[in-house]
Structures are given as structure tokens and as C-alpha cells.
């Protein structure tokens, strides 16, 4: 795993950066978005400056992402009351075939609950 340089351009601003090979289509793909999303806000906004521009499209970046981790986790969450609920339904029935079926094979006959 060897370093190489990449240089890109970010909103008319060139950049180095040191990233193994393999890494290389992750960190283009970034620069990518964090171009358009800089270049989408410095026509949208009358902000002056890169660093707020870079701020401005960090945080709306940043709001992306965290959004889609929460819709995630949401989706992936396993519904732990669901699941229990089940689990007792389950073992109440289970529970009452054992009573019905209990007397199979001992001659009596289970009571009725």
C-alpha cells in the first residue's frame, strides 16, 4: 500500500492529498460532491469568502449524511417490543398446546382452562 498524490480542484482551489491507491476512487468521488455543493451554494448565496462557502457546504454535507445514517438505523433497527410480544404470544400458545395435549399418553384428560 503505497501513497500517491492526487491533486484536485474544489471550487477553483487546487488540493493535495496523500491517499493509498485503493482509496483513490473514494476521495474523487468526495471532491466531486463537495465541489458541487460549493458551487451550488456560492451562486445560491450572497456569501463572501471560501472558508464560509466550505462551512456552509460542510454543514449541509455533514446534514446529508447524518439524515441518511438516522433513515438507516430506523429502517435496520430491530422493533425489540415487536419482538418480544411475539416472543410471549409464542409462548403462551405453546404453553396452552402443552396443556391441551398434556394428558397424550398418560390415560387422563387435561382440564379445561
Same mark, same amino acid.
Given at each position: 500500500?503505497?501513497?500517491?498524490? @492526487?491533486?484536485?480542484?474544489?471550487? &477553483? ?9 485503493e482509496n483513490e ?8 460532491? @463537495? +465541489? ?8 445560491? @448565496?450572497?456569501?463572501k469568502g471560501v $472558508?464560509? @462557502? ?15 445514517r438516522r433513515k438507516?438505523?430506523? +429502517?435496520?433497527?430491530?422493533?425489540? +417490543? ?9 409462548? $403462551?400458545?405453546? +404453553? ?8 397424550? &399418553? ?8
Open positions: 500500500m503505497s501513497n500517491k498524490q @492526487v491533486e484536485v480542484n474544489i471550487a &477553483g482551489q487546487s488540493y493535495r492529498f496523500g491517499i493509498s491507491s476512487s473514494a476521495l474523487l468521488e468526495a471532491v466531486a460532491l @463537495v +465541489d458541487a455543493q460549493m458551487n451550488k451554494l456560492k451562486s445560491n @448565496v450572497s456569501a $472558508e464560509r @462557502v466550505a462551512v456552509m457546504a460542510a454543514i449541509s454535507i455533514a446534514s446529508d449524511l447524518l439524515s441518511l438507516q438505523e430506523e +429502517d435496520g433497527a430491530i422493533p425489540v +417490543d415487536a419482538v418480544r410480544a411475539r416472543i410471549r404470544e409464542l409462548n $403462551e400458545r405453546a +404453553d396452552e398446546a402443552l396443556r391441551q395435549y398434556a394428558h397424550v &399418553g398418560t390415560g387422563t384428560h387435561a382440564a379445561n382452562h
